[in-house]
């Protein structure tokens, strides 16, 4: 079977692999969607945490059921799945208290392990998300939309709290969206023109605001009524937002990191305590994030049809993937197999 492989930062190509079979406890998933994300484009541009060369990229992910290990009932062949990629070991210290999603020994498919850009891939059954009556395109969108909502579950938004979202890529989107369903009102900062207002379209967004004006901080505290955001994201993974981003938060608020940068991220102490803020990070997500975001979607709460922007063929996708940048006008891509 083919797999697209990312041999070295900026060189992907079409590689030929052994088919697989399914173990105890383990499904085949014949891919049929791989949404790209930054995650992917920092390793395309070799500066991603966490990864090693050669490999498979590919976390979020839609397909069929093509398979069934010994002792794994309950799911039908050619039945539509989406996929929580992130593979815990169940006995660390995180594991133990309900935080599989920063397991200790966490193995993310297409980042620590070959992930689904190929024809198929074996995945742990219970990592199968039942997606029955959506769309492979909408099951697509799971994964990202959780690492939103868990950021906001990680953040206890409360109704009517001024939420501020900086970045407005998708998992941003994601942010703004559930932000605005838990109550808040919100606040969008990027620089980027087309996706802000796609944040005002589609996330219901109170106030957008340029990332690259000079005054940010007055305009969110003039947004505010003077008292700034009660939390903060910050979804860039740049080093420079993200130190700035301390700014915007209001007295006894939180900031929360979405976004993740490979260096170290350093802030005025003196603004922080004399505040009293919380700092928290959030990583990836838990199982019952992504049943919230499926739900969301079969009830009309969420409107994935708009997301995909650009849809790249399976055997295209080495020569289109080379040279895209994640900072462009695209909301999200996907890359579609037959």
Same mark, same amino acid.
């Given at each position: =079977?083919?797999?697209?492989?990312?041999?070295?930062?900026? #060189?992907?190509?079409?590689?030929?692999?052994?088919?697989?079979?399914?173990?105890?406890?383990?499904?085949?998933?014949?891919?049929? &969607?791989?949404?790209?994300?930054?995650?992917?484009? #920092?390793?395309?541009?070799?500066?991603?945490? @966490?990864?090693?060369?050669?490999?498979?990229?590919?976390?979020?992910?839609?397909?069929?059921?093509?398979?069934?290990?010994?002792?794994?009932?309950?799911?039908?062949?050619?039945?539509?799945?989406?996929?929580?990629?992130?593979?815990?070991?169940?006995?660390?210290?995180?594991?133990?208290?309900?935080?599989?999603?920063?397991?200790?020994?966490?193995?993310?498919?297409?980042?620590?392990?070959?992930?689904?850009?190929?024809?198929?891939?074996?995945?742990?059954?219970?990592?199968?998300?039942?997606?029955?009556?959506?769309?492979?395109?909408?099951?697509?969108?799971?994964?990202?939309?959780?690492?939103? &909502?868990?950021?906001?579950?990680?953040?206890? =938004?409360?109704?009517?709290?001024?939420?501020?979202?900086?970045?407005?890529?998708?998992?941003?989107?994601?942010?703004?969206? @559930?932000?605005?369903?838990?109550?808040?009102?919100?606040?969008?900062?990027?620089?980027?023109?087309?996706?802000?207002?796609?944040?005002?379209?589609?996330?219901?967004?109170?106030?957008?605001?340029?990332?690259?004006?000079?005054?940010?901080?007055?305009?969110?505290?003039?947004?505010?009524?003077?008292?700034?955001?009660?939390?903060?994201?910050?979804?860039?993974?740049?080093?420079?937002?993200?130190?700035?981003?301390?700014?915007?938060?209001?007295?006894?608020?939180?900031?929360?990191?979405?976004?993740?940068?490979?260096?170290?991220?350093? @802030?005025?102490?003196?603004? $922080?305590?004399?505040?009293?803020?919380?700092? $928290?990070?959030? &990583?990836?997500?838990?199982?019952?994030?992504?049943?919230?975001?499926?739900?969301?979607?079969?009830?009309?709460?969420?409107?994935?049809?708009? @997301?995909?922007?650009?849809?790249?063929? $399976?055997?295209?996708?080495?020569?289109?993937?080379?040279?895209?940048?994640?900072?462009?006008?695209?909301?999200?891509?996907?890359?579609?197999?037959?």
């Amino acid at each position: =079977m083919q797999a697209i492989t990312l041999e070295s930062p900026g #060189h992907l190509q079409m590689t030929e692999r052994d088919r697989v079979l399914a173990g105890p406890g383990e499904v085949v998933i014949k891919i049929k &969607r791989i949404g790209l994300c930054g995650t992917d484009y #920092h390793a395309m541009e070799g500066n991603q945490p @966490f990864f090693e060369y050669p490999r498979v990229l590919g976390h979020e992910l839609a397909g069929e059921v093509a398979q069934l290990g010994e002792g794994v009932s309950g799911w039908s062949l050619g039945e539509i799945v989406s996929i929580r990629p992130y593979i815990e070991c169940g006995r660390c210290i995180a594991c133990r208290n309900g935080k599989p999603n920063c397991c200790a020994n966490l193995r993310v498919l297409g980042v620590h392990v070959d992930g689904g850009m190929t024809e198929e891939i074996i995945v742990p059954a219970d990592h199968l998300i039942r997606v029955e009556g959506l769309t492979l395109d909408q099951a697509v969108t799971i994964e990202f939309l959780s690492i939103g &909502r868990h950021a906001v579950s990680r953040a206890a =938004m409360r109704p009517h709290e001024w939420a501020l979202v900086v970045g407005s890529g998708p998992v941003g989107l994601g942010v703004l969206k @559930f932000s605005r369903l838990a109550g808040a009102r919100t606040i969008a900062v990027d620089i980027n023109p087309k996706r802000l207002e796609f944040a005002k379209s589609w996330a219901s967004c109170d106030v957008l605001l340029d990332a690259d004006q000079e005054s940010l901080d007055d305009a969110v505290q003039t947004v505010t009524g003077g008292d700034r955001a009660t939390v903060v994201f910050d979804v860039t993974g740049n080093p420079a937002s993200m130190a700035q981003s301390i700014k915007y938060v209001a007295n006894g608020g939180r900031l929360v990191y979405v976004g993740l940068a490979q260096t170290a991220i350093s @802030f005025w102490d003196p603004l $922080f305590h004399q505040r009293e803020m919380t700092l $928290f990070s959030s &990583r990836n997500a838990l199982e019952e994030d992504f049943f919230i975001v499926r739900d969301a979607i079969r009830q009309g709460q969420v409107d994935t049809s708009q @997301f995909i922007t650009d849809r790249i063929a $399976f055997n295209d996708a080495p020569v289109v993937l080379t040279g895209l940048k994640y900072e462009d006008s695209a909301i999200k891509r996907i890359i579609q197999c037959s």
